[in-house]
T-cell receptor
Framework: KQEVTQIPAALSVPEGENLVLNCSFT??????LQWFRQDPGKGLTSLLL?????REQTSGRLNASLDKSSGRSTLYIAASQPGDSATYLC???????????FGSGTQLTVLP | DADVTQTPRNRITKTGKRIMLECSQT?????MYWYRQDPGLGLRLIYY???????NKGEISDGYSVSRQAQAKFSLSLESAIPNQTALYFC??????????????FGPGTRLTVL
C-alpha cells in the first residue's frame, strides 16, 4: 500500500527566504505526483503536476522535483511572501486503480 | 465562475439522517472523485468514476454511496449518517487525456457535521 510522508509538518520562515518542502513515498511505481496548496477552510489548488517520466516542473517561483528511484519529491519556493502561507499537500498517483494518495501536508507560515 | 462546485458548503445533521452532497463541473472532464479530509489523516478517497457508467470504490467506501447522473454531475450519499462521518468532503475532477492529463482539480469542499 502506498504511503506518503511530508516533513516537516509545520514550518515558519521570514519573508524573502527560499525554502524547500519535502515529500517521500514508499512505492516508486508511480504514474505522477501532484503538489497542492490549501488555504484554511478552502479547497485544494493544484500547483504543479510531474509525470513519472519527468524530473521537474516549474511555475513562477515554484519548482518541484521528482526522484522516483529514491521515492522523493521536493517543492522549492523562491523568495517567499506572506501570501504563500498555507498548507502544502503532496499526492502520488499509483496502483492498479491509479488512485491519488495524499500526505498529511506541511503548514507553511511566512512572517512579514 | 468556479469550474468545480459543491453543494451544500456546510451542513449540520443528526445521526441516522440521509444526506446527499452534490458536485457539478464545467471543465468537461470525464473523471470525478469524492474524498474526505480529517485532521491528521490527510485526504482519503471514497469513490471515483471514470465515466458515466463506471463507479469504483475507494479506500473508505463503507457507509457511502454515489451516483453519476451525467458527465458533469457526481453525488455522494450517506444513507444513515453517523458522527464519525463528520469531516470536510471534496469533489475532484480530471481528464483521461489532453494537456492536463490526470491532473486533479478540486471543488471548495463541504463541511459536514453529524451530531
Amino acid at each position: 500500500k502506498q504511503e506518503v510522508t511530508q516533513i516537516p509538518a509545520a514550518l515558519s520562515v521570514p519573508e524573502g527566504e527560499n525554502l524547500v518542502l519535502n515529500c517521500s513515498f514508499t512505492d516508486s511505481a508511480i504514474y505522477n505526483l501532484q503538489w497542492f496548496r490549501q488555504d484554511p477552510g478552502k479547497g485544494l489548488t493544484s500547483l504543479l503536476l510531474i509525470q513519472s517520466s519527468q524530473r521537474e516542473q516549474t511555475s513562477g517561483r515554484l519548482n518541484a522535483s521528482l526522484d522516483k528511484s529514491s521515492g522523493r519529491s521536493t517543492l522549492y519556493i523562491a523568495a517567499s511572501q506572506p501570501g504563500d502561507s498555507a498548507t502544502y499537500l503532496c499526492a502520488v498517483r499509483s496502483g492498479s486503480a491509479r488512485q491519488l494518495t495524499f500526505g498529511s501536508g506541511t503548514q507553511l507560515t511566512v512572517l512579514p | 465562475d468556479a469550474d468545480v462546485t459543491q453543494t451544500p458548503r456546510n451542513r449540520i445533521t443528526k445521526t441516522g439522517k440521509r444526506i446527499m452532497l452534490e458536485c457539478s463541473q464545467t471543465k468537461g472532464h470525464d473523471r470525478m472523485y469524492w474524498y474526505r479530509q480529517d485532521p491528521g489523516l490527510g485526504l482519503r478517497l471514497i469513490y471515483y468514476s471514470f465515466d458515466v457508467k463506471d463507479i469504483n470504490k475507494g479506500e473508505i467506501s463503507d457507509g457511502y454511496s454515489v451516483s453519476r447522473q451525467a458527465q458533469a454531475k457526481f453525488s455522494l450519499s450517506l444513507e444513515s449518517a453517523i458522527p464519525n462521518q463528520t469531516a470536510l468532503y471534496f469533489c475532484a475532477t480530471s481528464e483521461s487525456g489532453g494537456r492536463s492529463y490526470n491532473e486533479q482539480f478540486f471543488g471548495p469542499g463541504t463541511r459536514l457535521t453529524v451530531l
